[in-house]
């Protein structure tokens, strides 16, 4: 799908105001550009329909049948919504250092008031990130650290992902000439007779890949690129993978080739869960897509993390986007560039996601020389949307691996009935039948239907193969367990990166309130944290309103201006009169702007934690500073 520039778009628009024709000369001064200039806009127009604008001699006039189709199909693509409007702004102020206002107002077809408007919720949305919106004039900049603004555009990616980015109805919709519905009933039915389990999420993904590769074959290319090593395809999945491509063969009366068999099982194997992750590595990958092409791909996975903050290297993204790529580049070679139904699809509905695939494509471009067209890039699209959708469910969610022997012979039908009962809390991302060479590592949990033979760092549960009530109860109560194991895990790793040991005190007693203030102070700032400012503000910020609480206090100051985050604590044996409260545990908080995030995640469970009478003496009891860390996560919950 094209994108016009905005210039055309409105010289379309005087155009159909104006069916008795205009002039290039009326042309350039309506638009304040010259007459060469409005004649290359009118040239690149007629390359997107033939005679959309022809000449006469009253000037340039308008079709307007091709025109209206035109302005349609770019209308889908410009943000119709605030929310959207909000992140086509911010994405194009943090990967320019300067923008025009005015040309938000083109690029938006919308009037200044309104850009004004949506300037404000900018400004208000990226204070969360501690970035600021500069405006000088008619330029507009976003002012902040670099990692700062690449964790809010990992986070806008993110969000755009919160519907399901593909599905089985929006495959079929796309690939109108193909039965996705028998290739769906045909990979279900050959995992369920080869006793493989695949996630709703996973299967989606593995069914538009499948589509996508007996569509190519159905139009006529091969994949005939020479396999160097094949060695990751075992006996096991060849067979799968033929009782798959059978069943296409016969029923879309065609053929796959060898080159095109080695890639389905690859596909299927990144995507079914009977799969030894630990036989994939670096070495056999390598040679089976080739080692310039490998380091193609190790280089296109460190550019979209280093700018998006997303990782792309894990086993089961990197087989199938190496894949991409491998083919991709064979294409682009032969002259035979893919079609992509869902390219309007993944443009108009994920467009933060498409201009990420940009990224990719002018890495690609920047490696290989090669320039890639919409369809393509939108591939690349779906595989970044695909890998964020996963990794989202592995953070929002408990990951889970399911232990059942094979002569049990019911372990998909288990399977399915945990992913169903728990969706909203596991991911279910194996299904394994031997314990030897397994992922149980990679995982928060193991449900196992026996006594494992060796202890993992993962927790284990031990459930019967008919998963009775009681089974369901105590999965249940082990998933809340790690739901809060991650939430102290997160704390104490929030916490540790802005307080040190050697800022943590245990003293006998103190004379009072002024003298622990003047310690704290004087530590903080021979260690570089505060400049000499900061006293007199942790004092002005007293004087509003006192920090002390029944048996602590939390000393800090209103700005968050300090050199650098950091924490300083002490704990009194004798209580010491901070104002109308007698406290035994003080702990000063200064920060830096740029660092506000931190504040924000530790500031209110710890003052949760601390007005809680028998937590706060089980944490003033504490000896040493690893104690006293592990006192506070004991109580998050």
Avoid at 24 to 40: G, T
Avoid at 179 to 207: A, G, M, R, W
Avoid at 520 to 530: A, C, D, H
Wanted: proline share 2%; hydrophobic share 40%; net charge neutral.
């Amino acid at each position: 799908m094209f994108t016009m520039k905005p210039k055309e778009i409105q010289i379309i628009k005087i155009l159909k105001d104006n069916s008795g024709g205009c002039t290039a000369a009326f042309l350039s001064n309506q638009l304040n550009i010259s007459v060469r200039s409005v004649k290359a806009y009118i040239a690149a127009i007629n390359k997107i329909d033939k005679d959309v604008i022809f000449s006469s001699n009253k000037g340039y006039r308008l079709n307007f049948d091709k025109a209206k189709k035109i302005l349609k199909s770019q209308q889908s693509t410009i943000p119709q919504n605030s929310q959207d409007r909000i992140n086509y702004i911010i994405t194009k102020l943090i990967k320019n250092d300067i923008y025009l206002i005015e040309d938000f107002c083109d690029e938006l077809y919308v009037s200044l008031s309104t850009v004004k408007i949506e300037l404000v919720k900018v400004k208000r949305q990226i204070l969360k990130y501690d970035l600021k919106l500069i405006a000088k004039s008619s330029e507009l900049s976003i002012y902040g650290l670099e990692k700062n603004k690449r964790k809010l555009l990992s986070d806008l990616l993110y969000s755009e992902t919160s519907s399901n980015f593909i599905n089985v109805d929006s495959i079929a919709s796309s690939f109108k000439n193909i039965d996705v519905y028998f290739i769906q009933n045909t990979l279900l039915d050959v995992f369920d007779k080869f006793h493989y389990f695949v996630n709703d999420f996973s299967f989606s993904n593995l069914l538009l890949h499948v589509t996508i590769t007996v569509d190519r074959v159905i139009n006529g290319y091969d994949n005939n690129d020479q396999i160097v090593n094949n060695s990751l395809i075992k006996t096991h999945e060849y067979e799968l993978s033929k009782s798959v491509i059978n069943k296409l063969e016969n029923h879309f009366e065609i053929s796959f080739n060898p080159g095109e068999t080695d890639d389905i099982t690859l596909l299927l194997m990144s995507r079914a869960t009977n799969i030894d992750y630990q036989n994939i590595n670096e070495n056999n990958l390598k040679d089976y897509i080739g080692a310039e092409c490998y380091n193609i791909v190790l280089k296109l996975i460190k550019s979209i993390n280093s700018y998006y903050y997303i990782d792309l290297s894990q086993p089961q993204f990197m087989i199938r986007f190496a894949l991409h790529i491998k083919n991709l580049l064979l294409r682009i070679k032969s002259n035979y560039p893919n079609k992509n139904p869902l390219k309007n699809h993944i443009k108009v509905q994920f467009p933060l996601i498409y201009d990420a695939a940009i990224t990719i494509a002018n890495e690609i471009f920047e490696l290989e020389k090669i320039l890639l067209n919409d369809d393509e890039i939108a591939y690349i699209a779906f595989h970044i949307g695909s890998a964020i959708e996963i990794q989202k469910s592995i953070t929002s969610k408990i990951s889970a691996i399911l232990y059942c022997p094979e002569y049990y012979d019911i372990n998909s039908q288990l399977a399915e009935k945990i992913s169903k009962q728990f969706q909203s809390d596991l991911l279910l991302v194996d299904v394994v039948t031997t314990e030897t060479k397994n992922p149980f590592e990679t995982v928060d949990l193991v449900i196992s239907t026996i006594n494992l033979n060796k202890i993992y760092s993962s927790l284990n549960i031990i459930i019967s193969p008919f998963f009775s009530e009681k089974d369901s109860k105590n999965l249940a109560l082990i998933i809340e367990k790690i739901k809060i194991n991650k939430k102290r895990k997160l704390f104490r790793e929030n916490i540790l990166s802005i307080m040190r040991k050697d800022n943590f005190y245990m003293l006998h007693s103190s004379s009072g309130k002024e003298e622990l203030i003047s310690f704290m102070v004087q530590n903080l700032e021979s260690k570089g944290y505060v400049d000499s400012n900061f006293k007199n503000e942790i004092f002005d910020r007293e004087l509003i309103s006192s920090t002390s609480f029944d048996g602590f206090a939390i000393p800090h100051s209103m700005k968050m201006n300090a050199i650098k985050t950091g924490i300083s604590c002490v704990i009194l044996k004798e209580p010491v009169v901070w104002d109308e409260y007698y406290v035994n545990l003080i702990i000063m908080l200064c920060f830096n702007s740029d660092e506000r995030y931190i504040f924000n995640e530790i500031f209110e469970p710890l003052t949760m934690i601390l007005t809680a009478k028998d937590k706060l003496n089980k944490i003033i009891q504490s000896k040493n500073f690893d104690e006293f860390i592990d006192n506070l996560c004991a109580f998050i919950e």
